[in-house]
């Protein structure tokens, strides 16, 4: 469905091509299995905070798109500014 | 002086336990700590405690060098222990024990007592000692003749220190693991584990000795490299060290190496004074070994200088002290030196006595090289006397007992030249390889520019391993090398004449050099057999043609691609009747062709087991007549042209190095060489010219390609994250861009997904960067993502 990116530290991006809101559930599904098994490697601890966005649904520019998505993702803990701003 | 002492030793003792003192006194006052454990011996009654008392004056006399002494209270006290079943107490005695028979060379006691301490330390499992004592067990080794297996053992120490973490000893094997290349000649080795050592020794806290012994060593090795400036500073950091801990035998021992760095560059003046200094330090701290070895040195720096009388004062001086502590090796060398001085000294009646001393003893503990030694000295002796036959005796003797020496060594210094070139040629290999990669980073023609200067220091590099080959190789038949350089002088004039290049030139002086390498392969019987060989002898002597090929094949350089080309065929005759492959003309290489000529010219005019040395007309008259037969043509005439009527060079004597031939050669004035042969040289300068184009454009070629395969993985690399090997920030705009103007065009949809991954930090935090790197890189690039 697309490929990854790791943009800073502990940052990752990927664009999902073909993928509009209606898929949005199972993208969660399929991050929820990748973090099942980095936990399964040993790392308890490891969690994921993740935010989609469509384009052109929800976004009308790419650097909005991005925007979205980065401001979609949980802030209990803030994240580093690589993932805030990935684009410029 | 000695009441100070005694009343310390009785002040001391009523305050402390007399024997902790002692113990804690050994490593500053030897002789202090002797008496101490001496006085409390007096006094305990307990079997562990006379025991101890034993120990520590054994320790106290070995380290004032009084060996005997020590071996007596030593077997005395690991005997106590034995039957008090105290196995460290006697692990620790057995260690000194070997140390003490080592250094009054009885080598089958020492080992004796190491191999009991290796089984000690086994069964109470001590590792720290066991390498201690594998340790020692290599220096036996290595005094018994055998660096091999010395080697061995301390590789096997080395396992042990590193396994169980004991940095410092592993600095000391390293130490000598260097030494012990050192003398092996293995200098990038030695080098290697030296370094290895110091940086151990910087990096902790580390005893003065091991520091000290650490520069010493990298200080004998720079000076063994031809590098007195470097080696001095060494020696005089180690005196600093030595000066800094108060640690008068550390001091000595660099004063000691500053004086023989001195001597062995014959700068008398200051060996001397050093040596004097050296001397005054150990007797200071009754440090007998240290003292012989300092009235040694003075003592030949004195006859260096003439002053025969004072240096044969101090041979005797270090003769008595050798006596007194039972070092009998000293003992040798003193009486031999002493012999020495004496026959300068026009005395040889007392030369005979010592020396027909210093002869039985050597005999006695089979030192070979002291043993030929001896017997060259007493021929001298004898010939004064006017005791001819005596002397023509021991003449013959001494060629006897050298001719066994040198083939040994002969043998040791081959195998280990053999690994020496084989390192070089990896290196070379290796820094080729490197050079290459570094190509495309940095502009193409510059590296290229690199590696052809890097060529041609490498190529330098191995040419000193190269002249010791060869002399290596004649060494049976020709202990010089002088035949080796003949044939390399004689061979480059024969090739100016040919017009070849210069450094055409220089290459084939020293490939020329090479041919006889094989006959390293060849039995002595055969080699050196003074009648004519048999048919198989032949067969067998035939065959150092292809072993000297192999022994120089797969060589990178142009140097020994050409010195595998000389080995193998300098003996095809230009008519195909020669060996091993019956080649004929033109395709024998031209190098063999030339290098044939010169080695049988050199032949013809020098002694042989079996043949006279020839006139050089003689010879030249030979040559000629095999001129189209076993020789090509050309190459007899530019051979005429040097050595003919009016030779321009002297067939009988090379100069030492290829500079002095080189201007040799410059001022060579030959006449042209007739037409048609200088045509036809031309020609062939030419078909060579080409075909070095053409070697040189496919190396071009092959340098582009590789050029732009870094390039391309460069590019690859701009773009990757190389932790997890997904693409980066910058792929991702790129990929970004590209997708967001197609999925426009097309009407489709397109997400975008941020994830940030908690969790994964402290893993790296907790498990170290290692863990948490490989555990994040897999599962995250194959997720259901994708």
């Known amino acids: 469905m697309g490929r990854v990116y790791r943009v800073g530290g502990d940052a990752f991006l990927a664009i999902l091509t073909r993928v509009g809101p209606e898929d949005f559930p199972r993208v969660s599904d399929a991050v929820e299995t990748v973090m099942q098994v980095v936990r399964e490697a040993g790392f308890v601890l490891a969690r994921a905070r993740a935010g989609l966005a469509a384009f052109p649904a929800e976004a009308a520019s790419p650097s909005d798109l991005v925007e979205l998505s980065n401001r979609r993702v949980p802030r209990d803990e803030l994240p580093s500014h690589d993932a805030l701003d990935p684009v410029n | 002086m000695a009441a100070a002492s005694d009343r310390l030793v009785a002040e001391v003792g009523t305050v402390m336990d007399p024997l902790t003192t002692a113990r804690e006194a050994l490593n500053v006052d030897p002789r202090l700590a002797a008496a101490l454990a001496r006085e409390a011996l007096a006094r305990v009654h307990d079997p562990a405690e006379i025991g101890r008392a034993l120990l520590l004056i054994g320790i106290g006399e070995y380290r004032q060098g009084n060996l005997a002494a020590a071996v007596a209270k030593l077997d005395d006290a690991a005997g106590r222990f034995a039957s008090l079943d105290d196995d460290a107490a006697q692990l620790e005695c057995l260690l000194v024990l070997g140390r003490a028979h080592r250094d009054l060379g009885d080598f089958a006691s020492a080992s004796d007592a190491i191999e009991q301490a290796l089984v000690s330390a086994n069964r109470s499992g001590d590792h720290r000692l066991e390498a201690d004592a594998l340790n020692l067990k290599a220096g036996v080794l290595d005094a018994q003749g055998e660096p091999g297996h010395a080697v061995e053992c301390l590789k096997r120490a080395l396992d042990i220190a590193r396994d169980f973490d004991l940095p410092e000893q592993q600095a000391n094997i390293l130490t000598n693991i260097g030494t012990l290349s050192t003398t092996l000649g293995d200098y990038p080795r030695a080098l290697e584990s030296l370094k290895e050592g110091y940086e151990l020794l910087q990096a902790g806290a580390s005893k003065t000795r091991s520091r000290a012994t650490n520069l010493l060593s990298l200080g004998r090795l720079y000076l063994e490299m031809g590098d007195p400036t470097e080696a001095q500073a060494l020696f005089r950091e180690a005196r600093r060290v030595g000066l800094e801990a108060s640690d008068p035998m550390v001091e000595?021992?660099?004063?000691?190496?500053?004086?023989?760095?001195?001597?062995?560059?014959?700068?008398?003046?200051?060996?001397?004074?050093?040596?004097?200094?050296?001397?005054?330090?150990?007797?200071?701290?009754?440090?007998?070994?240290?003292?012989?070895?300092?009235?040694?040195?003075?003592?030949?720096?004195?006859?260096?200088?003439?002053?025969?009388?004072?240096?044969?004062?101090?041979?005797?001086?270090?003769?008595?002290?050798?006596?007194?502590?039972?070092?009998?090796?000293?003992?040798?060398?003193?009486?031999?030196?002493?012999?020495?001085?004496?026959?300068?000294?026009?005395?040889?009646?007392?030369?005979?006595?010592?020396?027909?001393?210093?002869?039985?003893?050597?005999?006695?503990?089979?030192?070979?090289?002291?043993?030929?030694?001896?017997?060259?000295?007493?021929?001298?002796?004898?010939?004064?006397?006017?005791?001819?036959?005596?002397?023509?005796?021991?003449?013959?003797?001494?060629?006897?007992?050298?001719?066994?020496?040198?083939?040994?060594?002969?043998?040791?210094?081959?195998?280990?030249?053999?690994?020496?070139?084989?390192?070089?040629?990896?290196?070379?290999?290796?820094?080729?390889?490197?050079?290459?990669?570094?190509?495309?980073?940095?502009?193409?023609?510059?590296?290229?520019?690199?590696?052809?200067?890097?060529?041609?220091?490498?190529?330098?590099?191995?040419?000193?391993?190269?002249?010791?080959?060869?002399?290596?190789?004649?060494?049976?038949?020709?202990?010089?090398?002088?035949?080796?350089?003949?044939?390399?002088?004689?061979?480059?004039?024969?090739?100016?004449?040919?017009?070849?290049?210069?450094?055409?030139?220089?290459?084939?002086?020293?490939?020329?050099?090479?041919?006889?390498?094989?006959?390293?392969?060849?039995?002595?019987?055969?080699?050196?057999k003074p009648g004519k060989?048999?048919?198989?002898?032949?067969?067998?002597?035939?065959?150092?043609?292809?072993?000297?090929?192999?022994?120089?094949?797969?060589?990178?350089?142009?140097?020994?691609?050409?010195?595998?080309?000389?080995?193998?065929?300098?003996?095809?005759?230009?008519?195909?009747?020669?060996?091993?492959?019956?080649?004929?003309?033109?395709?024998?290489?031209?190098?063999?062709?030339?290098?044939?000529?010169?080695?049988?010219?050199d032949a013809l005019t020098h002694e042989r087991p079996y043949k006279r040395a020839w006139p050089i007309a003689d010879a030249m008259a030979e040559i000629q007549r095999q001129r189209g037969h076993q020789f090509d043509p050309r190459v007899v005439d530019a051979c005429r042209a040097i050595f003919g009527e009016r030779p321009k060079l002297s067939p009988l004597e090379a100069p030492m190095d290829w500079q002095a031939t080189a201007a040799e050669l410059a001022g060579l004035a030959v006449e042209a060489m007739p037409e048609p042969e200088a045509e036809r040289a031309e020609a062939g300068l030419r078909t060579r010219f080409e075909h070095l184009l053409a070697e040189?454009?496919?190396?071009?070629?092959?340098?582009?390609?590789?050029?732009?395969?870094?390039?391309?993985?460069?590019?690859?690399?701009?773009?990757?994250?190389?932790?997890?090997?997904?693409?980066?920030?910058?792929?991702?705009?790129?990929?970004?861009?590209?997708?967001?103007?197609?999925?426009?065009?097309?009407?489709?949809?397109?997400?975008?997904?941020?994830?940030?991954?908690?969790?994964?930090?402290?893993?790296?935090?907790?498990?170290?960067?290692?863990?948490?790197?490989?555990?994040?890189?897999?599962?995250?690039?194959?997720?259901?993502?994708?």
Request: some cysteine.
């Open chain 2, 533 to 601: 060989l048999v048919a198989e002898e032949f067969e067998r002597m035939r065959i150092h043609t292809t072993i000297g090929a192999r022994i120089l094949s797969a060589g990178q350089s142009r140097l020994l691609r050409m010195a595998e080309e000389i080995a193998l065929a300098h003996h095809e005759r230009w008519d195909g009747r020669g060996y091993p492959f019956g080649l004929a003309g033109d395709s024998i290489p031209l190098s063999a062709r030339i290098v044939a000529v010169a080695d049988v010219l």
């Open chain 2, 252 to 528: 000595a021992a660099a004063v000691n190496n500053l004086a023989n760095a001195h001597r062995r560059f014959e700068e008398w003046k200051q060996a001397r004074d050093l040596f004097e200094e050296a001397l005054h330090l150990a007797r200071r701290s009754g440090l007998k070994q240290f003292e012989i070895d300092n009235l040694d040195g003075l003592g030949q720096v004195y006859a260096a200088l003439g002053e025969h009388p004072r240096a044969a004062e101090l041979h005797a001086d270090s003769l008595r002290s050798a006596r007194e502590i039972g070092d009998r090796e000293a003992e040798i060398d003193a009486l031999l030196n002493l012999g020495r001085d004496y026959l300068a000294m026009d005395r040889a009646d007392r030369a005979l006595e010592v020396l027909t001393e210093g002869l039985t003893l050597a005999q006695q503990l089979e030192r070979q090289r002291s043993v030929f030694e001896a017997h060259e000295l007493l021929a001298a002796a004898n010939e004064q006397v006017g005791a001819f036959r005596q002397a023509l005796s021991h003449y013959q003797q001494f060629h006897r007992a050298r001719e066994v020496v040198f083939n040994e060594e002969n043998e040791q210094k081959t195998r280990r030249l053999s690994v020496q070139f084989d390192l070089e040629r990896a290196r070379f290999e290796a820094e080729e390889y490197r050079l290459r990669t570094e190509m495309a980073q940095e502009a193409k023609e510059e590296a290229e520019a690199m590696v052809r200067s890097r060529t041609r220091e490498l190529e330098e590099s191995q040419q000193e391993v190269v002249d010791r080959l060869a002399v290596a190789a004649e060494y049976r038949d020709d202990s010089t090398g002088e035949h080796t350089r003949r044939v390399g002088r004689n061979a480059a004039a024969i090739a100016y004449v040919l017009g070849w290049p210069e450094d055409e030139l220089q290459l084939l002086y020293s490939a020329a050099r090479l041919h006889d390498v094989g006959k390293i392969g060849i039995r002595d019987a055969i080699l050196l």
């Open chain 2, 696 to 786: 040189r454009t496919q190396e071009m070629e092959a340098a582009k390609r590789e050029a732009q395969i870094a390039s391309r993985r460069m590019q690859e690399l701009a773009y990757t994250d190389p932790l997890t090997e997904l693409g980066n920030r910058r792929a991702f705009k790129m990929d970004f861009e590209v997708e967001i103007a197609r999925t426009a065009q097309m009407d489709e949809s397109l997400s975008v997904l941020t994830v940030i991954i908690d969790g994964l930090k402290g893993v790296n935090d907790s498990d170290g960067h290692e863990q948490g790197d490989s555990s994040c890189a897999p599962s995250l690039v194959q997720p259901g993502v994708s």
